[in-house]
C-alpha cells in the first residue's frame, strides 16, 4: 500500500493512493448534497421514474412517501431524520438533519433500499 496516510480532526486516518495537493485540501460543498470528501468526487441521488435530482429533503421526503416509506421520528436522535418502511419491516434510513451534511453513504443506503427508483451520479451526467 503506497501513498499518504492522512488523519481527520476525529483521528480517523485514510489512505490516498495517489496524492495531489487538491486531494489534501478541505473544499466547501459545490451543491448541497454532494459529497465533498477530499480528493473525492461529488454525487447526486437522482429519482429515476422523472430522471430528477433530489435537491432537498422536502423532495427526497416526497419521493420516499410515494414509495410507501414515512417518517420516523425518534426523540433519542434528534441530529437525525429517519424513514422505515412499514412497522413490521426492518428496513430504516438515517440521514443527517442538515441537508449539506448528506453525503455519498447516506444516498448509496437510499438506492440499495429503493433498487429500481433511485441512482447516485456524477453530476455532470445529470
Known amino acids: ?3 499518504v496516510w492522512i ?3 476525529n483521528g ?3 489512505l490516498i493512493s495517489n496524492p495531489t495537493r487538491e486531494s489534501f485540501e478541505q473544499k466547501d460543498p459545490t451543491q448541497p448534497g454532494t459529497s465533498t470528501a477530499p480528493g ?3 454525487r447526486v441521488l437522482v429519482y429515476l421514474p422523472t430522471n430528477q435530482v433530489i435537491r432537498s429533503y422536502s423532495e427526497l421526503e ?3 412517501a ?3 416509506w414515512t417518517r420516523y421520528y425518534n426523540f433519542n436522535q ?3 431524520l429517519q424513514f422505515h418502511k412499514s412497522d413490521n419491516s426492518a428496513h430504516l434510513i438515517s440521514l443527517p438533519r442538515n441537508f449539506a451534511n448528506f453525503r455519498s453513504l447516506h444516498m448509496y443506503d437510499i438506492v440499495v ?3 429500481s427508483f433511485f441512482e447516485v451520479r456524477d453530476p455532470s451526467e445529470t
Open 1 to 3: 500500500m503506497s501513498g
Open 7 to 9: 488523519f481527520d480532526k
Open 12 to 14: 480517523v486516518a485514510r
Open 40 to 42: 473525492a468526487r461529488p
Open 62 to 64: 416526497q419521493r420516499l
Open 66 to 68: 410515494e414509495l410507501g
Open 78 to 80: 434528534p441530529d437525525l
Open 113 to 115: 433500499k429503493n433498487r
